[in-house]
């Protein structure tokens, strides 16, 4: 089952936050977030595994919900860079593989 | 040191003609994993690889679609009669060791259109 991802797409100026959101209806050991430039390949940011374990980015904060499962991702003083496609993908509890199902993705923009 | 490779990185076929997409994993990494992401989605996952075996094919659409690894290193995505729905972006990403929250890095695809 695929995560929903809210908002589809985000305008910021720079300078400003942003959180985005992942939310799956299946019980999950971990929420990975990537972020995606046009044309090239997603770049991993952060994992956040049940239990409350996270490895990745030292400037980007994320949250994980177990019980309800959902994931933030917070981005606070956005820079231009800032500016692509971000993904979640939940791994779900029932698989031991590895295996990512992705969200939508929500586009953000970030203006000068 | 080097990321994932994938080559082609752009592949244009006509339908009905067979394909093969390569991927070069991160040295090091025994997990392997096949995506496709068509246009505004995200990526769809269609097969991992443990060393040299096929751990989960689960996202396989049909059986056009095969996959190998044979040296545990290189992977080659391969299609048959290909149609035009087909057509995406093949995503190839790699782990240290696959399973439970291990990071996969993807490389930057192969474009295939379909004619």
């Known amino acids: 089952q695929q995560p929903v991802q809210s908002p589809q797409a985000v305008i910021l100026r720079e300078g400003e936050d942003a959180v985005i959101n992942c939310s799956s209806s299946?019980?999950?050991?971990?929420v990975h977030w990537y972020r995606q430039k046009h044309g090239e390949a997603p770049v991993f940011l952060m994992i956040?595994?049940?239990?409350?374990e996270q490895k990745g980015h030292e400037k980007i904060s994320a949250s994980f919900n177990e019980k309800k499962q959902q994931s933030s991702l917070y981005l606070t003083a956005s820079q231009l860079s800032y500016s692509g496609t971000y993904f979640c993908?939940?791994?779900?509890?029932?698989?031991?593989?590895?295996?990512?199902?992705f969200g939508q993705g929500t586009t953000l923009q970030v203006k000068p | 040191g080097a990321g994932v490779s994938q080559t082609p990185s752009n592949k244009v076929t006509e339908k009905g003609k067979y394909v093969e997409l390569r991927c070069d994993p991160i040295?090091?990494?025994?997990?392997l994993y096949w995506y496709r992401q068509s246009l505004g989605q995200g990526p769809e996952f269609l097969i991992y690889?443990?060393?040299?075996?096929?751990?989960?094919d689960s996202g396989l659409p049909n059986d056009r679609f095969f996959a190998v690894r044979p040296e545990g290193s290189v992977s080659t995505l391969k299609i048959q009669r290909t149609e035009r729905g087909d057509s995406a972006v093949y995503l190839c990403?790699?782990?240290?060791?696959?399973?439970?929250?291990?990071?996969?890095?993807f490389g930057p695809g192969t474009r295939l259109t379909v004619l």
């Open positions: 040295s090091g990494h025994t997990a």
């Open positions: 993908g939940t791994e779900e509890g029932s698989s031991n593989t590895g295996k990512l199902i």
């Open positions: 690889f443990q060393g040299t075996g096929a751990a989960d």
């Open positions: 956040l595994l049940k239990g409350g």
């Open positions: 990403a790699s782990s240290l060791n696959g399973g439970w929250g291990d990071t996969q890095y």
């Open positions: 299946k019980a999950l050991y971990s």
